[in-house]
């Protein structure tokens, strides 16, 4: 008995030895609030989204979700903020980069998980930049910064990720370069995500050293010219090393290792065709704008050889607004603050407006009402004002969406596309903030009786964020 006594108390000494030798973290000061986090990173979200091409397909994403969301479960409670939203993005390009926009949104390139030579190397990525934004290192670090006005980042936040002439372009008429404010982190901070971010894979069960060896994988694979990452993450010096020394403090049983989702995700990536730079993929899609700048909304004649709907659905995340699942051979054409999904053949320009035949466009509008139908009822007077002979068919029907009370009619229109008729389904709803969500299902009017169920599908998987 004396025996056992004196091992649980040796067992508790060293336990507490371990809790004291980890590292204490504490957020820096901060003069922004977490909602200003919220609304800075989905501003920029939302421009590095119509910019760069997100990866579409389900294994790899879901992949890195899986992973994120257990790393966010282990984030510490002082650095927990019920107002962020953690989402897992693949960027399809070849650079060996990672980065987080403040309040959640978190991005990682394709070329980085191509490039990490185990599964615990991803997981150390997304452990440190998740650290960067529950520290709130973007706007800690913009605090120190000249004073700048809200609203002014998404431009020079994507001008920071593309780099080189590009990336120039983009962020010219932006007022300071946030880019390097939001991205670009101290070595202060740096030292803080890389210590932070290993406690984080040991509480998610995942082994902190992996952390230390990704650093030297992205080193060893940067190539002459250096890693993009590792210009926006600069060494603090010796970060193999201390964090090495973390995870002495670290113990993580049984920890986890390469998992068959690692495994799949990249022999999946290695069936593609190769990924672009970055700097390619957003000059292509630059040469991909619609007469008004739209992007992803290339010009050109409506061919009308348009396949039906496919009976397979693909699931998106949409700004960290909504995420919605559409039919796979509907292609995504971002604008402004809309998306429409259409499949090839059915949309182009007349007029020298962007236009589409089949298919449907989700998105939020402002409105002065605060009633749904007085809501409802200025979005159909806006989209009157752009289609003269525009006519409402039906009365409004009581439905939901996300489950939120909505209403839902028919209209019918001419249209400047085909010349023939066609028949509208909108779909309406507010959100917690007042703002109308809707969405507007479109098919000529002889092709509308088998889209119809096809747009009520879709509006039931509509699942807000926010």
């Known amino acids: 008995m004396r025996m056992s006594g004196l091992c649980a108390f040796v067992l508790a000494t060293v336990l507490a030895q371990d809790a004291v030798a980890q590292t204490a973290i504490k957020a820096p000061k901060n003069k922004y609030t977490p909602q200003q986090d919220v609304q800075l990173g989905q501003e920029a979200a939302g421009e590095v989204e119509q910019q760069l091409p997100i990866m579409r397909d389900d294994n790899v994403t879901s992949y890195v979700q899986d992973i994120g969301r257990r790393l966010v479960d282990a984030i510490p409670a002082d650095q927990r903020h019920p107002e962020f939203n953690y989402t897992f993005k693949v960027v399809n390009v070849k650079e060996i980069n990672a980065f987080a926009l403040p309040g959640g949104p978190m991005y990682v390139n394709r070329g980085m998980i191509e490039a990490a030579k185990s599964e615990g190397e991803v997981v150390g990525v997304l452990a440190h930049e998740i650290s960067h934004v529950a520290l709130r290192h973007g706007t800690a670090q913009a605090t120190k910064a000249t004073k700048y006005q809200v609203g002014t980042i998404a431009g020079a936040v994507l001008g920071a990720i593309v780099g080189g002439r590009t990336g120039n372009v983009i962020a010219q008429g932006t007022q300071i370069s946030l880019g390097t404010a939001f991205l670009r982190f101290s070595r202060e901070f740096e030292k803080q995500a890389d210590l932070d971010g290993a406690q984080i894979m040991a509480r998610a069960g995942y082994d902190p050293r992996d952390m230390a060896n990704m650093f030297k994988t992205i080193e060893a694979q940067g190539g002459s010219g250096g890693p993009q990452w590792m210009s926006g993450h600069p060494d603090p010096g010796n970060r193999y090393s201390y964090i090495n020394k973390e995870a002495q403090s670290l113990r993580v049983q049984n ?7 690692f495994q799949s995700a990249q022999a999946r990536l290695r069936q593609m065709s190769p990924a672009p730079s970055t700097e390619q993929a957003a000059k292509a899609n630059a040469g991909n704008r619609g007469p008004e700048g739209a992007p992803g909304r290339p010009a050109g004649r409506i061919t009308g050889n348009v396949p039906r709907p496919s009976g397979n659905f693909t699931a998106y995340d949409e700004g960290n607004v909504f995420r919605i699942s559409v039919p796979s051979n509907w292609r ?11 499949p090839e053949g059915a949309y182009g320009t007349a007029n020298e407006q962007s236009v589409f035949t089949h298919g449907a466009e989700a998105g939020v509008a402002r409105n002065e009402a605060r009633d749904l139908q007085a809501a409802t009822e200025e979005l159909l007077q806006s989209l009157a004002q752009a289609n003269p002979r525009l006519e409402q068919a039906g009365r409004y029907s009581r439905t939901t969406i996300g ?4 209403l839902t009619t028919t209209l019918r229109n001419v249209s400047d596309a085909t010349g023939g008729t066609e028949r509208v389904n909108v779909f309406t709803t507010l959100m917690q903030d007042g703002t109308l969500f809707y969405l ?4 000529p009017d002889n092709e509308f009786g088998a889209y119809e169920p096809v747009f009520r599908k879709v509006v039931s998987s509509v699942r807000f964020t926010r």
């Open 255 to 261: 920890p986890v290792r390469d998992t068959n989702g």
């Open 332 to 342: 995504e054409l971002p604008g402004n603050n809309s998306v429409t999904f259409a």
């Open 403 to 406: 489950g939120r009370a909505g």
């Open 440 to 443: 507007i299902g479109v098919a």
